[in-house]
């Protein structure tokens, strides 16, 4: 399981530098390291967190399905935008709906020893990676949120290498924010 932890830290790297430089490419690492994480985080009995695995295999379809046909449709990339706060209620709604599932699933018929973060972390990257995938700016500000939490929860379950690689996702969400800012200023 150690290899496996090692080559979706690896993939998701890769997922996240292309995230941040906005290649279509980031897509397939997504795809490829959500396959990956899904047997770590089975493994580790972070339920939620392999359910999300398998959200990411989805979403990374519709994201490169999206940012291409934009670029079909009208030639050029697909922008980088700001949220709308009609939109920002419906995704804090959503998320926080899909947290209390996430929790009472987890606390009452699993044995994850960490429920309420499992399931925080959870709800808030679905609502990221979304984001990202409509190329919302503030996908960023969740990431920041979400990261910090999970570096701590990985790192109690002895998960050292996600762990790291979630506090590189910390600081990277930071640099990615200030590189599509510039991008929105253009």
């Known amino acids: ?54 959200y990411y295999l989805w979403v990374s379809a519709y ?17 980088v935008r700001f949220t709308r706060m009609k939109e920002w209620l419906l995704l804090s709604g959503v998320s926080l709906v899909v947290m209390s599932v996430y ?3 987890l606390s009452l018929g699993t044995d994850s020893p960490v429920p309420g973060a499992d399931s925080f972390i959870t709800a808030f990257s679905i609502t990221a990676t979304w984001m990202l995938a409509r190329k919302q700016i503030e996908h960023w500000l969740i990431w920041i949120v979400v990261d910090s939490i999970a570096v701590g929860i990985y790192f ?9 690689l979630f506090a590189v996702y910390g600081v990277m969400a930071v640099v990615g ?6 991008t929105m200023k253009k």
């Open 1 to 54: 399981m150690e290899f496996l932890e090692y080559l979706g830290t690896l993939l998701s790297l890769v997922y996240l530098y292309l995230s941040v430089k906005q290649k279509i490419s980031l897509w397939l690492f997504g795809f490829l390291s959500a396959l990956v994480y899904a047997a770590v985080f089975y493994e580790a009995k972070f339920y939620a967190a392999m359910s999300l695995q398998l």
């Open 177 to 182: 924010w200030r590189q599509w800012r510039k």
């Open 156 to 164: 109690m379950q002895g998960l050292y290498s996600t762990a790291l």
């Open 63 to 79: 994201g490169w399905y999206s940012w291409k046909k934009n670029r079909e449709t009208t030639g050029e990339e697909l922008p």
């Open 103 to 105: 929790y009472s699933l």
